[in-house]
């Protein structure tokens, strides 16, 4: 069990969007909301934990463990909150990301991003501008970098950087994101619409009795 523990707390904890990206890369989306919340609460207890110098490897034990003051995301909410490393902005986002971790950790039916209960708060977790390109992407992997994008804010607020600061870098990449998942959207259905007119175009050679041009093969 306590080498189970261990191994959970290896590796190092770095608080940027790509260390995400790479953590999730291969989970579905109940995994990466689990993984985000759990990777967000971390972070805050490392904050936590740095603000009180003090503290023993076996007090650190005793305050995370099960019933102890620092054992639930709540509770390291409350104490980052009093220590003033978080404000009231940063303690919503997280209350809205628990409860999305809570449900995909506990959810008795398939969930994921295109679950309109999830999708509703995520919305929730952006600004009136980001929510309505949110809204109108049909790209699931968009939901999905939107959310990443979001915790990457919180990431970076948790460990000191200004609002201003953080929502810059959070506004720059959703809204390249949505630009770039446009331009794939358009050559798809550029793609689409070509293909059909070659389908329609070998029925009437078929339909005239004239053989289908065979397609080329790319010569090496």
Known sequence: MEGL??????????????????????????????????????????????????????????????????SGFADKMTLAKAQDLIDEDVVGILELIKAMRNACAHSRLPIGFATPALRDVLLLLLHEENAEEIKASTDPLFLRFAFIVVAGYVLMRINGLSHDVAQDFVQGLLTRANHETQIELAKIAASQESRTKRTLKSDRSNAQGEAPTPPSIRSR
């Open 5 to 70: 523990g261990a191994y959970a707390k290896e590796g190092q904890l770095k608080p940027d969007i790509k260390n995400l990206l790479n953590l999730i890369a291969e989970e579905s989306d109940r995994g990466a909301v689990v993984i985000v919340g759990s990777v967000l609460e971390d972070a805050l207890l490392e904050r936590i934990i740095k603000k009180l110098p003090g503290l023993t490897p076996p007090n650190i034990k005793n305050l995370i463990r099960s019933g102890g003051l620092l």
